[in-house]
């Protein structure tokens, strides 16, 4: 949701979101005293999960910068297989 703050064109994104965005954010809506201080209770594990998004996150941006549509497209697949399979056992 604050990534959506710091951009100029922050309104027309809201107007345009929709259900999954409802979903995805809907912790943001909720108490910022209470996830204050569920997150300083797990400090430890919420920094190695943030430190293990931030090596997914320069996974993409290298695959996007080279072009890697192989390498980009094999990501996307591990990830859908992976869901996928979740989904059908849950």
Known sequence: ???????????????????????????AASS???????????????????QLFQKEIAKLINFLEKKDQKGLEDYLKLASSTRKNWAEKN
Request: proline content about 2%.
């Open 1 to 27: 949701v604050n990534l959506i703050n710091d951009k100029k064109n922050k309104d027309i994104l809201l107007n345009f979101a929709a259900s999954g965005f409802r979903d995805f954010s809907r912790i």
């Open 32 to 50: 910022p005293e209470v996830w204050r201080d569920i997150s300083i209770q797990n400090e430890e594990s919420i920094i190695g999960d943030l």
